[in-house]
């Protein structure tokens, strides 16, 4: 079955210009913003510009370009925030949520970028 997109989801939202946002980096396939409600001191969300519903949607139907930009603006991110292992940086963690075994909230593609403090484990037993 095909994945259906919600373009009324608060992420496309920002997209259109609708309501503000917190960028931190944009370019013409992607665009990263603070989260609202941060989780470590670095957390941004970075998302592409393109109607996909979650990581294997996008994985899948992006663009070679939209998919190297994605992954090159991620790159940016995690350095200019110093957090890169390969730059003296202490780490970070990128998560993304799918569908609600996954407990995704904005059914817009998107990855997290956590980072400035330990992450502890990954997982939680509940
Ligand atoms: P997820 O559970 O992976 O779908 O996470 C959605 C994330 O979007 C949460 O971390 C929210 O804090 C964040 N969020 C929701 N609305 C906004 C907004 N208007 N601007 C920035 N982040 C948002």
């Known amino acids: 079955m095909p994945f259906a997109y919600d373009d009324q989801n608060i992420f496309a939202k920002i997209l259109r210009g ?9 370019t013409d396939h ?7 409600t941060p989780q470590a001191p670095v957390h941004v969300l970075v998302i592409p510009k393109g109607s996909y519903v979650c990581h ?5 139907e992006a663009s070679d370009a939209e998919l190297v930009d994605f992954a090159r603006v991620t790159a940016r991110i995690v350095a200019e925030k110093g957090l890169s292992p390969g730059g003296n940086g202490k780490g970070y963690r990128t998560i993304s949520n799918a569908g609600s075994h996954g407990v995704q909230e904005v059914p817009h593609y998107h990855l997290h970028i956590l980072g400035g403090r330990a992450m502890g484990r990954m997982l939680q037993k509940d």
């Open 56 to 60: 294997d949607h996008f994985a899948a």
């Open 30 to 36: 992607t665009l990263a913003f603070n989260d609202i």
């Open 18 to 26: 609708e309501i503000p946002n917190d960028t931190v980096l944009e």
